[in-house]
């Protein structure tokens, strides 16, 4: 009876431990979910966060960033930040769609300016001054394609003669600025870090002047940089060898003592056949006189 009594102890005591050890591996192997807010319509940029413009969807709770798994809280505005963000009274950087998940990074206050949403994240953007002449419109806009121009005294080849180059070509324009006018000022540009350099090394000493292209059927200069200045060779043109010829009056000469020569060897031989027929026939004749005179 005891003994039965025990092997229901350890029967009991085993399918507890194995309930328990289920359990564990189901909680482990099944992840975590937290609630994340994402918007219930579509809003601009500058809309200030409301708790009535949101909605939360739950969403596993450990995401992957960057190669590492770090908290979706890191990210997303959930429900362990959501206070804190309606309470700051922060605003939208960007527009928004129904349905997409409000992210830290779309807050005014953590994400920085529209343009740093807008540029590639591998590229530098740089602000040059223009005008409504330089820019080449006063309706110049985000999104717009240039060309860039740079003159001035920047040939060293030519001992500084005054120069036109174009520095890049369909370049691409992040955002605008103008004066209190409404007259355009400044364009602010996207580029790579050794153009950034260049143009900021030309914007500070030489005038910039923007030439609008179309960005979609662009075709780029075969010379790279091209430039002119005045009075010498635009890069765009090459200069072709041309092969020697030999002046006219020296293939004339070639010519004419050629057949000269001909004819003074020919002159030659003939004098000399004539000669030597002639002492041969007056031997003949003297051998037949001596014959006849014996």
């Not at 918007?39 to 809309?47: C, I, L, V, W």
């Not at 009056?249 to 000399?272: K, L, Y």
């Amino acid at each position: 009876m005891q003994k039965n009594r025990k092997i229901i102890i350890v029967l009991i005591l085993a399918i507890l431990v194995a309930g328990l050890g289920g359990f564990a591996t189901y909680k482990y192997l099944t992840p975590q979910k937290v609630g994340v807010y994402v918007f219930k319509s579509n809003y601009k940029a500058g809309t200030p966060i409301t708790s009535d413009m949101l909605m939360v969807v739950q969403a596993d709770s450990k995401i992957y960033t960057a190669g590492a798994k770090n908290n979706v809280s890191s990210v997303y505005v959930t429900s362990s930040n959501i206070d804190t963000v309606i309470k700051s009274g922060d605003s939208l950087r960007m527009d928004v769609t129904k349905g997409m998940p409000l992210t830290l990074s779309l807050l005014t206050a953590n994400g920085g300016s529209q343009i740093e949403m807008d540029m590639d994240p591998t590229k530098i953007a740089i602000t040059i001054p223009v005008t409504e002449i330089t820019g080449v419109t006063n309706e110049l806009k985000e999104g717009s394609r240039v060309n860039i121009y740079v003159t001035g005294g920047v040939d060293s080849v030519n001992d500084g003669a005054f120069q036109t180059m174009l520095l890049f070509e369909n370049m691409r324009v992040l955002s605008v600025a103008k004066n209190n006018n409404g007259i355009l000022s400044a364009v602010t540009i996207e580029t790579d870090l050794e153009d950034s350099i260049k143009l900021v090394y030309y914007a500070s000493s030489y005038s910039i002047y923007l030439g609008l292209v179309d960005g979609t059927g662009y075709e780029y200069s075969p010379v790279k940089e091209p430039s002119y200045t005045p009075g010498t060779t635009s890069d765009f043109s090459v200069d072709v060898p041309q092969p020697e010829m030999q002046p006219e009056n020296d293939a004339n000469n070639e010519t004419t003592e050629t057949p000269a020569e001909n004819t003074t060897e020919n002159a030659t031989e003939s004098t000399t056949e004539a000669a030597t027929e002639a002492a041969t026939e007056a031997d003949t004749e003297a051998e037949g006189d001596t014959e006849k005179q014996e």
